[in-house]
């Protein structure tokens, strides 16, 4: 159980971590373009590559997160099922 725990932990912190990263400039970017009544259209890009680059990450992480997942899972099957039939033997 604090195994599980902790991998929701790391996972929690993994995706606030990367939403205010990625988020951040482009939230700079609005409030300088507030501030200053100007376009500023580089700017504007580059923050929203950063913005799209989140899912991206995102996308990764919960892949390598499933695909450990499931090798663990599978891993945890097979013994026990080993077990089950030293027991019925």
Do not use: W
């Not at 195994?3 to 996972?11: A, D, I, S």
């Not at 990764?60 to 030293?86: D, G, I, M, Q, W």
């Amino acid at each position: 159980m604090q195994k599980t725990e902790h991998r929701v932990t790391l996972t929690v912190t993994f995706i606030v971590t990367m939403f205010t990263l990625t988020n951040g400039p482009s939230a700079l970017v609005h409030l300088v373009m507030y501030a200053t009544h100007e376009e500023l259209y580089d700017l504007t890009m580059i923050s929203r590559l950063v913005t799209s680059s989140e899912e991206l990450c995102r996308f990764f992480f919960f892949l390598v997160l499933h695909t450990r997942s499931s090798y663990l899972f599978k891993t945890a099957k097979c013994e026990t099922s080993s077990f089950s039939r030293l027991g019925s033997s």
